[in-house]
């Protein structure tokens, strides 16, 4: 059985879109967010942009590798909901909610139920 949270601070997703990016696809590495290490802002090659965790690339100077495939789509919650853990990077929960709806919350704002 999958571990349970449940949001106790709502989340609004950053960003209105999803980088999704397959394993062992190329990117370009830009700068590390100095608020929350080890995220990386990146771009691929039909110019598309997010942050991305050091925990899913291969980064080798300004260039980086897919080590494992990876969605950045950001799961927008409200207090109550409650959400099945998929994985976690970095400070975020990679989560599936009750209507399979798919996304990365900040664990900062869940708790384990």
């Not at 999958?2 to 999803?18: G, Q």
């Not at 853990?85 to 399979?100: H, M, R, T």
Request: one cysteine or more; hydrophobic letters at 40%; proline letters at 5%.
């Amino acid at each position: 059985m999958r571990v349970l949270y449940r949001v106790i601070e709502e989340h609004e997703a950053s960003f209105d879109y999803s980088f999704i990016a397959e394993k062992r696809q190329a990117v370009s590495v830009g700068k590390e967010d100095h608020e929350m290490p080890g995220w990386f802002w990146c771009k691929n090659a039909t110019g598309l942009e997010a942050w991305i965790p050091k925990t899913h690339l291969k980064i080798t100077g300004k260039i980086a590798v897919f080590n494992q495939p990876y969605n950045s789509v950001e799961h927008s919650a409200k207090p109550g909901e409650i959400v099945q853990y998929l994985g976690e990077s970095l400070g975020w929960v990679e989560c599936l909610n009750a209507k399979w709806v798919y996304g990365w919350i900040p664990a900062p704002k869940l708790e384990i139920i």
